[in-house]
C-alpha cells in the first residue's frame, strides 16, 4: 500500500478553526474551559486550539498536558516500559470544563487513560474530546465530541499526524501498519 495523504496543512488549519467554533458554540464562549493536550503531538494541537480560541473569543483559555503512561491498561504487557511524559495541569480543574485533545482516535484506551490520570488532580464539571483525526476501531465506548476529519482505515493501516514542531511538515498520513512482533 503506498502512502496516502489524508490532510494537508489547510487542511489541519480548517479542522482545528471548525473545532474551535465548535467549543465556543457548545460552552458558550470559553469561560471555565482548560484545554489539556496528550502528549506528544496532542499537546502541540492543544496550543495551537488554544491560541485559535484565543483569536476568535479575544483571550486564549489556559493550555497544558496530561500523560496517560502510568495509567494505560497495557503498562505491564510490555518489555520495555514507555518514557513517561508530560504532565502540566495549568489551574485548579475542580468545576471547569476540560477539553482533552488528541491528534489520532482509535481503540479509546489512551483517553480511558488520560481520563483516570485528570482525576487524580480534582472533579472538573465536565470533560470534553477534541480529536484531529477519528479513524475507528473503538474498543471502548468513547466517542469524541469534536472532530477534525473522520477517517475510515483497516486495522492494517496507520494514522500518522505530522506537524512543524515535530516533524517539519503539516499533515496527516494514512499507511501501511508496521507489522507486530
Do not use: C
Amino acid at each position: 500500500m503506498k502512502n496516502k495523504t489524508a490532510m494537508d496543512e489547510l487542511g489541519i488549519e480548517r479542522a482545528l478553526a471548525r473545532i474551535a467554533h465548535e467549543i465556543i458554540e457548545r460552552n458558550k464562549g470559553i469561560a471555565g474551559i482548560v484545554i489539556l493536550g496528550i502528549p506528544t503531538r496532542g499537546r502541540l494541537l492543544a496550543e495551537r486550539l488554544a491560541r485559535k480560541l484565543g483569536e476568535i473569543e479575544g483571550e486564549a483559555p489556559p493550555v497544558g498536558a496530561v500523560d496517560a503512561t502510568l495509567y494505560r491498561d497495557d503498562l505491564g504487557m510490555k518489555k520495555d516500559q514507555p518514557p513517561l511524559k508530560e504532565m502540566e495541569i495549568p489551574m485548579d480543574i475542580d468545576g471547569k470544563t476540560v477539553v482533552m485533545v488528541d491528534d489520532v482516535l482509535f481503540t479509546g484506551r489512551t483517553i480511558r487513560a488520560a481520563m483516570n490520570a485528570l482525576m487524580d488532580f480534582g472533579r472538573p464539571r465536565a470533560i470534553q474530546l477534541a480529536a484531529l483525526v477519528d479513524r475507528g476501531h473503538r474498543e471502548l465506548p468513547i466517542k469524541a465530541d469534536y472532530v477534525g476529519k473522520n477517517i475510515p482505515t483497516s486495522l492494517k493501516e496507520g494514522v500518522k499526524v505530522h506537524l512543524n514542531e515535530t516533524d517539519g511538515v503539516n499533515e496527516v498520513v494514512v499507511e501501511a501498519a508496521p507489522e507486530q512482533k
